[in-house]
């Protein structure tokens, strides 16, 4: 593999890791602060509703592409001669 291909194999799985961390730190800082400031049941509705949207397929696809792109990642960085 040249070293081209490695840096940018790098830098996407970089970027992976800005994203993802993005989407946690999100729902961690200021959307659970929201759900602490409702009533408990509407708390859950709100919940299940964030449960129900986040499913779909651009986000799982991200996911997907970024755990393949890091265990390439990996893969390289252990094997790379």
Not at 20 to 42: E, N, W
Request: with cysteine.
């Amino acid at each position: 593999m040249s070293e081209i291909t490695f840096n940018i194999l790098v830098t996407l799985a970089a970027l992976g890791c800005g994203l993802v961390g993005g989407i946690f730190f999100a729902f961690s800082t200021f959307i659970m602060k929201a759900l602490k400031r409702l009533p408990p049941y509407q708390g859950i509705e709100s919940m299940q509703a964030i449960n129900i949207t986040v499913i779909n397929p651009w986000l799982i696809a991200v996911k997907k592409r970024h755990q393949v792109l890091n265990l390439e990642y990996l893969n390289l960085a252990i094997f790379k001669t």
